[in-house]
């Protein structure tokens, strides 16, 4: 029997390098570890992160985004709760679903993605890494949100910068600060604009949130701030490392490449397989407003609590054969995967459910559907293994691939 202190730390070389048979080894042996650098409780099991995901406020809250969060973003609805959250959470939402992500939205998805394979289309060869998948969301929310797609390198820097704050379990002062002074650089750009939008309003994202009004509430300048804030750091950094890792695992089963090149329905499954399998974002934390028994014990009132979702999501109890890559099991259900019914745990349960879940599955279905069309015989540069980097968000750190062009 293994025992935790048998099991390679979270912050070790060795969890860095592959996770997933840490995890296992938490699942089976230690699914309640209380983890002294980070302070916090780590939870492996399913059950038990599904369950501090969707349980009532009274039982697990996220109170401690006020520390983890707060400094980088500002107070976002990820901190909010009750009839506070529901309203604002209205307020932002439309623009995420439905008539607006397909009329508005949408046609600035397929743009961007083609606009940037353009780069690259009649080239033979690129790292879709480095030419597509960090560019591609950072530019959709631009677009979105009517801001300067020249200012890319900024956005690109300020939201590495906030997902390293968050993953800064380590506590390095030096990531600290320039997170927080992100935030400061991210305020005096974007309050000028949020200013301008206020006096004129255009067709874009912000001047949307600027007028948007539910009950006689409208968002502060601070609110919007502060949302656009969260919207491209997890925006950029999980669509970025999704679509990353869909290709990695799509290139390392070729017969499953073929099924979705070949029946281009399948691209949800393989994006719900990919967020099951590879997750973007590893671990998320929730704090304990009471004493809570879960599987290996009681986490005392008060604690942060990091989930693993990594863990969770091959968890055998919840998944047939878990770390086998599967875009055909029958334990997945596409068609709930970008809903608060999710059967997977990428995207959080319950009341803070990604907001903008459907709008990943909108840049996903198009990046896959035009890469595809752009490579007909895509696959990995000769004697190229695909290599994850990342311990709370993980992802291919690079993917060359070879093609045949497409001509005309």
């Not at 480095?130 to 801001?147: E, K, Q, Y």
């Not at 950029?236 to 281009?264: C, M, S, Y």
């Not at 879960?294 to 863990?311: K, Q």
């Not at 596409?334 to 608060?340: H, I, L, R, W």
Request: proline share 6%; hydrophobic share 45%.
């Amino acid at each position: 029997m293994v025992t935790p202190t048998q099991i390679p730390d979270i912050l070790s070389p060795e969890f860095a390098e592959n996770p997933y048979p840490v995890y296992r080894a938490m699942r089976e042996s230690a699914p309640l570890i209380r983890h002294e650098p980070t302070d916090s409780y780590l939870i492996s099991r399913y059950d038990d992160v599904e369950r501090a995901f969707k349980d009532k406020a009274s039982h697990f809250t996220t109170d401690n985004y006020d520390w983890q969060v707060e400094p980088v973003h500002g107070k976002t609805i990820l901190q909010l709760s009750g009839r506070e959250h529901a309203v604002r959470r209205a307020l932002v939402a439309p623009a995420f679903r439905g008539d607006d992500l397909q009329r508005k939205f949408l046609p600035v998805i397929e743009r961007n993605a083609r606009e940037l394979i353009d780069g690259f289309r009649r080239t033979g060869g690129t790292d879709l890494v480095d030419s597509f998948a960090t560019r591609f969301p950072v530019n959709v929310i631009a677009d979105m949100l009517g801001l300067d797609k020249a200012d890319h390198a900024r956005f690109h820097g300020w939201y590495t910068s906030v997902i390293a704050f968050l993953g800064n379990l380590a506590g390095d002062p030096e990531i600290a600060a320039a997170g927080e002074r992100t935030r400061a650089e991210f305020a005096a750009y974007m309050f000028p604009l949020i200013e301008e939008r206020r006096r004129n309003p255009g067709d874009d994202l912000l001047s949307t949130l600027c007028a948007a009004e539910i009950d006689g509430v409208r968002m502060s300048d601070e609110d919007i701030k502060a949302f656009c804030s969260l919207l491209l750091a997890a925006g950029g950094e999980t669509t970025d490392k999704a679509i990353a890792a869909l290709f990695a695992n799509l290139l390392a089963h070729p017969e499953q490449l073929a099924a979705v090149r070949e029946d281009r329905g399948l691209i949800d499954r393989a994006f719900a397989e990919t967020l099951r399998y590879t997750p973007p974002v590893q671990m998320i934390m929730r704090q304990t407003a009471v004493d809570v028994t879960v599987s290996g014990g009681v986490i005392p009132a008060g604690a942060t609590v990091t989930c693993l979702i990594g863990a969770a999501n091959r968890d055998p109890e919840r998944y047939r054969e878990p770390d086998a890559f599967d875009i055909f099991r029958d334990d997945l259900a596409a068609t709930t995967a970008f809903s608060a019914a999710a059967g997977h745990l990428a995207f959080a349960l319950g009341r803070h459910f990604c907001v903008g879940a459907l709008l990943a599955r909108a840049e996903v279905e198009t990046a896959v559907n035009q890469l595809l069309d752009a490579m007909p015989d895509l696959r990995l540069a000769d004697g190229f293994e695909p290599v994850e980097r990342g311990v709370f968000t993980r992802g291919p750190a690079s993917l060359p691939v070879r093609f045949t062009p497409v001509r005309g």
